[in-house]
């Protein structure tokens, strides 16, 4: 199936948010893997572009994320208490950035359409990261 374009800038983001927030390095994998007890966060957003995306992150993986994004040893205490905190965080830079990316002139609302909508497009990609899984869908109109 050829990539489109919203496909292709969501995995740039994706490379560039975990290097930037957590020094860390992602590799696209061939397809969506099932996981266990994932860390789960969504960000529902409208304005240019109206959808949600989802992040499902291995906990291990997230722990690490978190730990690298706090700027403590994986040990730390707050590194888990802020696990989940931080996969929102990076779930809303995600959303916001490709939207943003894809319809400049347009705002970006990191909240729920006030009608309902059925997606147009579903993208879903997953990336090794931190010896884990990170795994993205996202469901625009």
Do not use: N, Y
């Amino acid at each position: 199936m050829p990539r489109t374009e919203t496909d292709t800038a969501l995995e740039r983001l994706v490379h560039h948010a975990l290097e930037v927030m957590c020094f860390a390095e992602a590799e696209r994998l061939p397809s969506l893997p099932t996981m266990g007890t994932p860390v789960e966060v969504s960000v529902d957003f409208s304005g240019g572009r109206t959808g949600r995306l989802q992040l499902d992150v291995d906990a291990g993986a997230a722990h690490a994320l978190s730990a690298a994004f706090l700027g403590v040893e994986a040990g730390d205490p707050s590194a888990t208490s802020e696990t989940a905190a931080v996969v929102q965080e990076l779930a809303h830079v995600l959303a916001g950035r490709l939207v943003t990316s894809l319809d400049p002139a347009v705002p970006f609302e990191a909240k729920r359409a006030a009608t309902s909508w059925e997606p147009e497009t579903t993208i879903g990609q997953a990336f090794r990261v931190c010896a884990g899984t990170l795994r993205i869908t996202l469901q625009m109109s």
